[in-house]
């Protein structure tokens, strides 16, 4: 099993639409959950983190964790064709002091 | 300012002959990663540094090393690389505390000829 995975997608949304960008993790252990975003050829970008229960918003991004659930995801509202790019879920590990990252899910929000 | 410096920016090496990338930080922080990124696929984690100890992942090729001498520089040397080592290797640096962000470079794209 991997330690963190998304779908790889293609995930196609209509402009204005929500895009919904799940990931899920394997260690229990794990404390923090971070969203990345990725254009092709660049570093990756911090989108949000999260560390608690429940969803935490920032303008049109949502991120909502469920530890028991193992699971985090990604909303994005009111999506822009510059949203389009490869979106990262990150684990942070205390226990082991290391950040892993999912296969990441490509998003594409059309005209 | 830049953070995370990586350098160089674009690295030509010879099939088989040793090559060094260098990260460099000021943000002080304490752990350090060098991740590999293969075109359309996910950063994967090399090793990571917690300030003077080394994490090495279970499937790194020994063909990979690295090197922290002070807290604001690391180094990944790649001792004979081989064309399926060519990749985007990116650098990153965190306070090794639960609710603190990865800062990366800007990446070194490897090219192996």
């Known amino acids: 099993q991997k330690e963190v995975e998304q779908n790889s997608g293609p995930l196609s949304v209509p402009e204005g639409a929500i895009a919904s960008l799940n990931c899920t993790y394997s260690?229990?252990?794990?404390?923090?959950f971070f969203w990345y975003r990725q254009y092709s050829g660049k570093s990756p970008e911090l989108i949000m983190f999260?560390?608690?229960?429940g969803d935490k918003e920032d303008g049109r991004f949502t991120a909502q964790l469920n530890k028991a659930s193992q699971y985090v995801s990604l909303l994005i509202r009111d999506s822009q064709p510059s949203d389009s790019a490869t979106y990262l879920c990150?684990?942070?590990?205390?226990?082991?002091?290391?950040?892993?990252f999912g296969t990441g899910t490509r998003l594409q929000v059309t005209l | 300012d830049a953070m995370v410096i990586q350098n160089p920016r674009y690295q030509v090496t010879q099939f088989g002959k040793p090559v060094t990338l260098s990260c460099s930080q000021t943000?002080?922080?304490?752990?350090m990663y060098w991740y590999q990124q293969k075109s359309s696929q996910a950063p994967k984690l090399l090793f990571h540094?917690?300030?003077?100890?080394?994490?090495n992942e279970a499937d790194t090729p020994d063909n990979f090393q690295s090197r922290r001498p002070n807290t604001s520089f690391c180094f990944l040397d790649i001792r004979s690389p081989g064309l399926g080592d060519a990749a985007m290797y990116l650098c990153?640096?965190?306070?090794?505390?639960?609710?603190?962000?990865?800062?990366f470079g800007q990446g070194t794209r490897l090219t192996v000829v």
């Open positions: 990153a640096t965190s306070r090794a505390s639960r609710a603190t962000e990865a800062f």
């Open positions: 990150a684990v942070f590990t205390g226990t082991a002091s290391k950040l892993t």
């Open positions: 260690d229990r252990g794990s404390q923090s």
């Open positions: 943000l002080n922080h304490n752990v």
């Open positions: 999260i560390y608690s229960n």
């Open positions: 540094y917690y300030d003077k100890d080394f994490n």
